[in-house]
């Protein structure tokens, strides 16, 4: 048994840095993608239900292959969360993104972006000094900015994480919780934080109008987020079904590919250069 323990070791160990050896190259081959200017951010929009107007965008990170095609942020995300690159690659998606709203702004279009940050990023200690540089720099204003963070960010020491939204909110940007109804949601998060907007899970919508649980449940969640004063956002609206739902249950924003697929800075502005024009 002592014997087969050791092999056993042997095996972990040669393993375990084959596994750190990977992992490595993998990491510095974003970091390569950073400083060679590969990734690129689209924009999806959102619908303000009442407007019937685009009132803002999410920015979405996507890597672009050697060989031209775009990868995904599914497939890159969550290493560069284990080895922090997330921390460098979320600064620039941030300057980016905010850069990108201010244009649109001084052209005329009175829209806010929607940044994701991941949880690491936000636990970096001068993540609000990161924050309110962007905002310095960009020039936008602080509420045309939304941070979208996910419950799990949360879960763990939630008495440093208010302090942070705390700080966040002194600045005058926005805070919503991602994907909504899939986590953690111990409710009683939802009242000591200060959250400004819920984002319905798409996987909610997506059962809308087929199965009553779903139904009832998106209803429940928009009464929650009304109560509480919280903006609702419902994520994945792709069909006019799942969209006249919505709007009759006084949700606030819509977004998905109904409304809008991401798309390159240019031709996301398209749908907002009818507006001005008008
Ligand atoms: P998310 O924040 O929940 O973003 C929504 C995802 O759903 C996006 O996928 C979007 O393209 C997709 N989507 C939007 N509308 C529809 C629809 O109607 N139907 C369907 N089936 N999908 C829709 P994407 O761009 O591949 O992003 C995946 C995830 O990667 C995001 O989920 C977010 O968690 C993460 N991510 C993206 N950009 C960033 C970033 O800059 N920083 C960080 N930390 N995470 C990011
Ligand atoms: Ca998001
Ligand atoms: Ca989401
Ligand atoms: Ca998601």
Redesign the pocket.
């Known amino acids: 048994a002592k014997q087969g323990g050791r092999n056993q070791v042997c095996f972990f160990t040669r393993e375990m840095n084959r596994e750190a050896l990977d992992l490595l190259q993998l990491d510095s081959s974003l970091r390569n993608a950073l400083q060679a200017g590969d990734f690129e951010l689209h924009y ?1 929009p959102k619908l303000q239900c009442g407007r019937g107007a685009v009132c803002g965008f ?4 996507r890597m672009r292959a050697a060989d031209g095609s775009l990868v ?3 497939r890159f ?1 969550g290493l560069a969360e284990r080895t922090g690159t ?1 921390v460098s690659i ?1 600064q620039w ?1 941030m300057l980016e993104a905010c850069t990108q709203a201010q244009r649109w702004r001084e052209a005329g279009h009175d829209i806010s972006i929607a ?4 949880a690491r ?1 936000f636990r970096v200690g001068n993540f609000v000094d990161e924050v309110a540089g962007v905002l310095a720099r960009s020039g936008l204003p602080a509420d045309a900015l939304e941070l ?1 963070l996910t419950e799990s960010l949360l879960v763990e020491d939630p008495e440093a994480m208010v302090e942070k939204l705390k700080a966040l909110k002194a600045l005058g940007v926005h805070i919503a919780l ?2 909504f109804g899939t986590g953690y949601s111990s409710l009683g998060y939802l009242a000591r934080f200060p959250i400004d907007a819920l984002k319905i899970d ?1 996987s909610f919508v997506a059962h809308l109008g087929r199965d009553t649980h779903s139904t009832q449940l998106i209803s429940a969640i928009i009464d929650l987020g009304r109560r509480l004063r919280m903006r609702l956002v419902a ?4 069909t006019p079904t799942q969209r006249e739902f919505l709007e009759r249950a006084h949700c606030d924003e819509l ?4 409304i809008g697929r ?1 798309l390159p800075a240019e031709e996301a502005a398209r749908c907002l250069s009818a507006a001005v024009s008008a």
């Open positions: 999806q999410e920015a979405l990170l995904p942020p599914d995300i997330i979320g998606v940044v994701n940050v991941s990023q979208e991602d994907d798409r994520e994945g609206v792709e977004q998905g590919f109904l991401p």
